[in-house]
């Protein structure tokens, strides 16, 4: 809102009025502060803006259901006018009531961000839904596309005050090159320790693939060092995606996913192996050869002051503590069902 304020001038030495001056006043505006690209982040809505002037590529995905329903990302041709505007989207999948790109439409294609946007749900109650674009454009597509990264759903009380934010992206779909490079530069060469012999997850999932063949090890060495060589994108018929080149003395050339949790770094390690040495040098002179050993192996017996149980078992998540003439008595619950139970301070049972 612009505001007019009219002063009149009068000249008393004068018999004609002088012309009405004008006064305008524009109302501050505060500047929408956006900060320069940081290339050790990929995509996050709040870093949006200042990803316009890079480059995003689309990493091919590894198709998951045998039925096909698999979706990637969904381009359209014109900004949606809508949360779900089916007309405008490019390449559609029709099966599906709200329609998607086809799966793998856009595997490879690199685009130039030239913009961000988004929409809302126009009325919302307590939930609002968002939908995020980057606006990229190429030689294959050469007009204004509004590629959709993220789907985000705010909560609100009854008074509309934001209460808590949820986003949900796949930022393994879409990769800034510029983050990239930079993943490059600080990873190659990164010492890695194999966590799982067996070569599983947690989740029953395989971890490292023969770069020949593209099949599954078998098994892995316990606390094997891997190489990161390269990372770069795989194509194989079991894992399809971007992920590191890995080697190591005695298994050369393998890959796995982009994902390292199922790691350790070297460094780390190293240093966590050099503590547990130390920790178990200290059981050994503090409760001698026998009892040390125990600590060590996690096991507690009968008569174990509290501070050795801690040492062996860890903290309890809960302690029951009562007093009378008798003494002191205390209950260390540990989960699935393991107790212990002291009398002034002594380990007196273990119900495991």
């Known amino acids: 809102m612009r505001f007019q304020f009219l002063f009149l001038l009068i000249f008393t030495t004068s018999s004609a009025f002088a012309q009405i001056g004008t006064l305008t006043i524009s109302p501050k505006v505060e500047e929408r502060v956006i900060m320069p690209y940081d290339s050790l982040e990929n995509i996050t809505r709040s870093n949006l803006p200042s990803l316009v002037g890079q480059k995003v590529q689309i990493i091919p995905q590894q198709r998951t259901s045998s039925l096909g329903l698999d979706t990637g990302p969904t381009l359209y041709n014109s900004k949606p006018s809508t949360m779900f505007n089916n007309e405008k989207v490019v390449n559609p999948d029709t099966r599906f009531t709200i329609y998607n790109s086809k799966f793998g439409s856009f595997d490879n294609e690199v685009f130039d961000i030239v913009g961000v946007d988004s929409i809302f749900d126009s009325d919302f109650y307590t939930y609002r839904t968002g939908h995020f674009y980057l606006i990229v454009k190429n030689e294959k597509y050469p007009t204004n596309h509004y590629l959709d990264i993220a789907l985000t759903n705010d909560e609100y009380d009854s008074n509309k005050k934001l209460i808590r934010r949820a986003e949900f992206y796949n930022t393994m779909e879409f990769m800034i090159l510029g983050y990239y490079e930079k993943c490059r530069q600080r990873l190659i060469g990164t010492k890695l320790v194999n966590k799982y012999p067996e070569n599983k997850s947690l989740g029953g999932n395989y971890i ?22 390269d990372i770069t994108l795989i194509d194989s018929q079991n894992y399809k995606g971007l992920g590191y080149l890995l080697s190591s003395d005695s298994i050369p050339d393998c890959f796995t996913s982009y994902y ?88 007196t049972s273990i119900d495991n």
Not at 209 to 225: A, K, R
Not at 275 to 303: C, F
Request: hydrophobic residues 30%.
């Open 260 to 347: 390292l949790n199922s790691f350790e770094n070297y460094d780390e390690f190293v240093k966590s192996q050099q503590e547990k040495k130390e920790w178990e040098q200290k059981m050994i002179r503090t409760y001698g050869k026998t009892n040390g050993k125990l600590i060590i192996e996690g096991r507690v017996k009968i008569g174990f002051t509290k501070k050795m149980c801690e040492e062996a078992w860890g903290k309890p998540t809960e302690i029951n503590k009562s007093t009378g003439s008798w003494g002191v008595h205390e209950q260390w619950v540990y989960g699935l069902g393991s107790y212990l139970y002291f009398e002034n301070g002594k380990l």
């Open 208 to 229: 490292v693939y023969d770069i020949s063949s593209g099949e599954p090890l078998t098994s892995i060495p316990e606390n094997l060092v891997w190489t990161i060589k």
